[in-house]
């Protein structure tokens, strides 16, 4: 806090044009700082593509040797072939379970609200203006109406904050998410300074999730 104070003089010494340049800099800092989590939010999002490819097209087998089974069993029943099905079955439970065991270091969507709360309520000098919900998208397109329907997908989930705050503020507030042990994705940075030192900032947050239910903020406002 008394490096911030000694640093706040420093720059109230400066001259109009030194101050344009200091936050020139900071923007800049800023959207690296952007480009960065950008980066490493699209190479997350293309291992977890071929990931979910690999677990796809073992589960497309799998539910085909299942259907094998339940006609096989259905014209000759058996106890071979009941055994044999509930080791089908259990192989695309494994499946899902897999795939839900890839992204354990995510934060979960339906906890994201709530977690952005006490992250705020934390952070000093930034005031939450509004929090809405981005609609999930797909990672993964399946044109094929039976597949999409037996196939495992998933949704990326986000946030939209608007923010009231000054430049150290809001670099704090970016270091408290980057330091979570569950991981939050940044897609979009918009830093507007409205009346030195104060900014408007709006800043969109991503998870990953095999689910597509909607988030709600309503239960974290």
């Known amino acids: 806090m008394k490096k911030l104070l000694i640093w ?3 720059f109230n010494t ?6 344009s340049l200091v936050v020139t800099a900071s923007i800049a800092l800023v959207g690296w700082l952007c480009f960065l989590s950008l980066e490493s939010f699209y190479l997350t999002s293309q291992r977890a593509h071929m990931q979910l490819r ?5 589960n497309e087998l799998t539910e085909q040797l299942l259907t094998n089974y339940q006609q096989q069993l259905a014209q000759d029943p058996n106890l071979d072939y009941r055994n044999q099905l509930k080791h089908v079955e259990s192989e695309i439970q494994l499946l899902d379970d897999r795939l839900k065991t890839k992204f354990v270091d995510i934060v979960p969507s339906d906890k994201m609200p709530l977690l952005l709360q006490q992250l705020l309520s934390r952070s000093k000098g930034v005031r939450l203006i509004a929090m809405e919900s981005i609609a999930p998208k797909p ?4 044109k094929d109406s039976e597949t999409k329907m037996i196939s495992l997908n998933l949704y990326r989930h986000g946030i939209k904050l608007r923010l009231n705050t000054d430049y150290f503020s809001f670099l704090t507030f970016i270091k408290s998410i980057e330091a979570l042990p569950n991981k939050l994705y940044w897609k979009r940075l918009d830093y507007q300074v409205i009346e030195f030192p104060q900014a408007e900032v709006e800043l969109e947050l991503y998870t990953l999730s095999v689910s597509k239910e909607f988030i709600s903020v309503a239960k974290a406002q």
């Open 8 to 10: 706040a003089d420093r």
């Open 14 to 19: 400066l001259s109009i044009r030194e101050r």
């Open 54 to 58: 690999d677990l796809n097209k073992q």
């Open 139 to 142: 990672l993964l397109d399946f």
